[in-house]
């Protein structure tokens, strides 16, 4: 069906415009003159980088390529009686890049729940302060945190503007020179957000005082790249991230008695966790039951954790772009394993309180399916653990966490590939990340359901779409497209690959795909290295499918000129 949708489109007559003279006046909602582009724009950043061979022509890393890295250390403390997290933070800001910084731009994304910042049509489910810096140092060096931004004849000082927005700038005196590091230490406190039964937005963040599930929690480093230097968009909560890849050191003090998961490996069960709990998870990695860490029965100090006043839990990961947790008194903890293909077997945690139980009764089997598949599919998972945290935001990722329940454990779990392996601009590219997501959690639904994968048919929502005005090219910014979002962003993707899958063969486009995910690991491809790329594994110039599939809103215009009836007698 595919293939003969594309046969129509080029063998449809177009004109390819006069020569000579003007066209008439337009009289006809009928197209009689379509020029058909054959290659794809290229933004001054991209044909820039390009030349410096940061990107490739092969859609590969140029021979100069670089990236920004950041190491985290973080210690921060909660209490649930305010809902307020107290942190302390040391960045060590990796320049990677072939030029001096004289400028630092930090991302303070809990300020989105203040009441004066800008937000898109998602909206928080209760209004805080935001995230309040109390303060910063570069080098060393205190950061006035009053002065604003650098006027003409200002003497030259350490300071720092838009601490009450998503994005803040601070303004070196000295800058960060090509090729070395520099260590920030920020103090900070949030409080973190609910709303009306704990629903209301994505990153709502409690179930009252009993549940919490903190994300973009500390102030971060903001992406500085090749393609636009610093990324310094406002953060306005549909579309999602884009960070640095590095290392995380995160302690974490609760009250005794509360369970907490994250990203990372657990550094210290020995100095939380009951010798019970410690002998159920020496067990994980032996059988593929599901095990119960914590049950429902065993709840306070001295039962769920050790006895005491307060615990401190320490996580570290390494080449991860975020770092999430969630901590409850409730918690039930189960875990299981996945055998991961070239790895073996890894760990699967879940945690949830008991009435939610429900909801996670098929998680262990989905989840192990979603990461044993989508290994096999693109590469093996990358992580040393996968934890499912219960909570208010059912349906958001972090490296080795998702935070969904067994309902959306396939898609979340794919998001561990886009974009916690490939450090794709969810900001700007959402396409790259949700859309890419979509078209795996096909294939793997069909594998799960024991049958091959069918990606006719795809066209149908489409057409509900195409032509509307609410339409946005997938290259427009994901952050602006407004009630065309979810159409943007999710479902256009699939019907590209399938569409592509018509042309050259579905299993040519995964093994491509495989193919890319592997060369680009760790790195953040544009999408002009992934066109180029598959143009290459592919061996076609496709500059005219992924210009009008990418950069436009326009379809297939395919017409019937003639039929011919020939009498067959039997």
Same mark, same amino acid.
């Given at each position: 069906?595919?293939?003969?949708?594309?046969?129509?489109?080029?063998?449809?007559?177009?004109?390819?415009?006069?020569?000579?003279?003007?066209?008439?006046?337009?009289?006809?909602?009928?197209?009689?003159?379509?020029?058909?582009?054959?290659?794809?724009?290229?933004?001054?950043?991209?044909?820039?980088?390009?030349?410096?061979?940061?990107?490739?022509?092969?859609?590969?890393?140029?021979?100069?390529?670089?990236?920004?890295?950041?190491?985290?250390?973080?210690?921060?403390?909660?209490?649930?009686?305010?809902?307020?997290?107290?942190?302390?933070?040391?960045?060590?800001?990796?320049?990677?890049?072939?030029?001096?910084?004289?400028?630092?731009?930090?991302?303070?994304?809990?300020?989105?729940?203040?009441?004066?910042?800008?937000?898109?049509?998602?909206?928080?489910?209760?209004?805080?302060?935001?995230?309040?810096?109390?303060?910063?140092?570069?080098?060393?060096?205190?950061?006035?945190?009053?002065?604003?931004?650098?006027?003409?004849?200002?003497?030259?000082?350490?300071?720092?503007?838009?601490?009450?927005?998503?994005?803040?700038?601070?303004?070196?005196?000295?800058?960060? &020179?090509?090729?070395?590091?520099?260590?920030?230490?920020?103090?900070?406190?949030?409080?973190?957000?609910?709303?009306?039964?704990?629903?209301?937005?994505?990153?709502?963040?409690?179930?009252?005082?009993?549940?919490?599930?903190?994300?973009?929690?500390?102030?971060?480093?903001? &992406?500085?790249?090749?393609?636009?230097?610093?990324?310094?968009?406002?953060?306005?909560?549909?579309?999602?991230?884009?960070?640095? $890849?590095?290392?995380?050191?995160?302690?974490?003090?609760?009250?005794?008695?509360?369970?907490?998961?994250?990203?990372?490996?657990?550094?210290?069960?020995?100095?939380?966790?009951?010798?019970?709990?410690?002998?159920?998870?020496?067990?994980?990695?032996?059988?593929?039951?599901?095990?119960?860490?914590?049950?429902?029965?065993?709840?306070?100090?001295?039962?769920?954790?050790?006895?005491?006043?307060?615990?401190?839990?320490?996580?570290?990961?390494?080449?991860?772009?975020?770092?999430?947790?969630?901590?409850?008194?409730?918690?039930?903890?189960?875990?299981?394993?996945?055998?991961?293909?070239?790895?073996?077997?890894?760990?699967?945690?879940?945690?949830?309180?008991?009435?939610?139980?429900?909801?996670?009764?098929?998680?262990?089997?989905?989840?192990?399916?979603?990461?044993?598949?989508?290994?096999?599919?693109?590469?093996?998972?990358?992580?040393?653990?996968?934890?499912?945290?219960?909570?208010?935001?059912?349906?958001?990722?972090?490296?080795?966490?998702?935070?969904?329940?067994?309902?959306?454990?396939?898609?979340?779990?794919?998001?561990?590939?886009?974009?916690?392996?490939?450090?794709?601009?969810?900001?700007?590219?959402?396409?790259?990340?949700?859309?890419?997501?979509?078209?795996?959690?096909?294939?793997?639904?069909?594998?799960?359901?024991?049958?091959?994968?069918?990606?006719?048919?795809?066209?149908?929502?489409?057409?509900?779409?195409?032509?509307?005005?609410?339409?946005?090219?997938?290259?427009?910014?994901?952050?602006?497209?407004?009630?065309?979002?979810? $159409?943007?962003?999710?479902?256009?993707?699939?019907?590209?690959?399938?569409?592509?899958?018509?042309?050259?063969?579905?299993?040519?486009?995964?093994?491509?795909?495989?193919?890319?995910?592997?060369?680009?690991?760790?790195?953040?491809?544009?999408?002009?290295?992934?066109?180029?790329?598959?143009?290459?594994?592919?061996?076609?110039?496709?500059?005219?499918?992924?210009?009008?599939?990418?950069?436009?809103?326009?379809?297939?215009?395919?017409?019937?000129?003639?039929?011919?009836?020939?009498?067959?007698?039997?």
């Amino acid at each position: 069906m595919r293939s003969i949708l594309f046969f129509l489109l080029f063998t449809c007559t177009f004109a390819f415009g006069q020569q000579n003279g003007l066209k008439p006046i337009r009289s006809s909602i009928k197209t009689d003159t379509r020029a058909i582009r054959q290659d794809v724009p290229m933004t001054n950043s991209i044909r820039k980088a390009f030349e410096e061979g940061n990107r490739d022509f092969s859609g590969k890393p140029g021979p100069n390529y670089w990236q920004m890295e950041t190491d985290f250390t973080i210690d921060a403390s909660l209490d649930p009686s305010t809902q307020t997290i107290t942190g302390s933070e040391k960045i060590l800001v990796h320049n990677n890049s072939k030029d001096d910084l004289t400028q630092i731009v930090l991302r303070l994304d809990h300020n989105i729940f203040r009441a004066d910042v800008p937000r898109g049509f998602s909206t928080p489910a209760e209004q805080t302060e935001g995230m309040i810096v109390t303060s910063i140092k570069v080098a060393g060096e205190p950061v006035d945190l009053e002065s604003g931004p650098v006027r003409r004849n200002d003497p030259p000082k350490l300071r720092v503007s838009g601490l009450t927005r998503t994005v803040a700038t601070i303004y070196l005196v000295n800058p960060i &020179k090509a090729g070395t590091t520099a260590e920030l230490e920020i103090n900070w406190h949030t409080k973190l957000p609910g709303g009306t039964n704990g629903r209301g937005h994505r990153m709502t963040q409690r179930f009252d005082s009993t549940l919490f599930q903190p994300t973009q929690w500390f102030p971060r480093l903001a &992406k500085y790249d090749d393609l636009r230097g610093w990324e310094t968009n406002d953060y306005l909560g549909p579309a999602e991230f884009f960070n640095n $890849f590095g290392s995380f050191d995160v302690s974490l003090t609760v009250p005794a008695g509360w369970i907490v998961s994250g990203t990372g490996v657990l550094q210290n069960p020995e100095e939380v966790l009951t010798p019970k709990a410690i002998q159920q998870l020496s067990k994980v990695l032996t059988t593929d039951e599901v095990l119960t860490i914590i049950g429902e029965e065993e709840k306070g100090p001295g039962k769920s954790t050790l006895d005491g006043d307060k615990l401190t839990w320490r996580f570290k990961a390494d080449k991860v772009n975020d770092f999430a947790w969630a901590t409850s008194d409730r918690f039930i903890w189960k875990a299981t394993r996945a055998m991961i293909p070239e790895k073996g077997p890894i760990p699967l945690h879940m945690v949830f309180i008991p009435e939610r139980a429900k909801y996670f009764e098929n998680a262990a089997e989905r989840t192990r399916h979603a990461l044993e598949f989508y290994s096999k599919l693109w590469a093996p998972y990358p992580f040393p653990q996968l934890t499912m945290q219960d909570g208010p935001s059912a349906g958001m990722e972090y490296p080795m966490v998702i935070n969904s329940n067994q309902g959306a454990a396939d898609h979340e779990t794919a998001h561990q590939w886009w974009p916690m392996m490939l450090g794709t601009n969810e900001t700007r590219y959402g396409w790259m990340d949700e859309g890419f997501n979509q078209y795996m959690n096909i294939l793997s639904a069909a594998d799960a359901a024991g049958k091959p994968y069918d990606l006719d048919g795809l066209g149908q929502s489409y057409g509900r779409v195409s032509g509307s005005e609410d339409e946005a090219p997938l290259m427009w910014s994901a952050n602006y497209a407004g009630t065309g979002y979810g $159409f943007q962003t999710y479902q256009k993707t699939p019907l590209m690959l399938s569409m592509l899958g018509g042309i050259v063969g579905d299993e040519a486009v995964i093994n491509a795909m495989k193919k890319y995910t592997a060369t680009w690991a760790y790195k953040h491809p544009s999408p002009w290295d992934y066109m180029f790329f598959m143009d290459h594994e592919l061996g076609k110039n496709l500059d005219w499918f992924w210009y009008y599939w990418l950069f436009t809103t326009e379809s297939v215009e395919g017409s019937i000129e003639g039929v011919e009836s020939l009498m067959v007698k039997l």
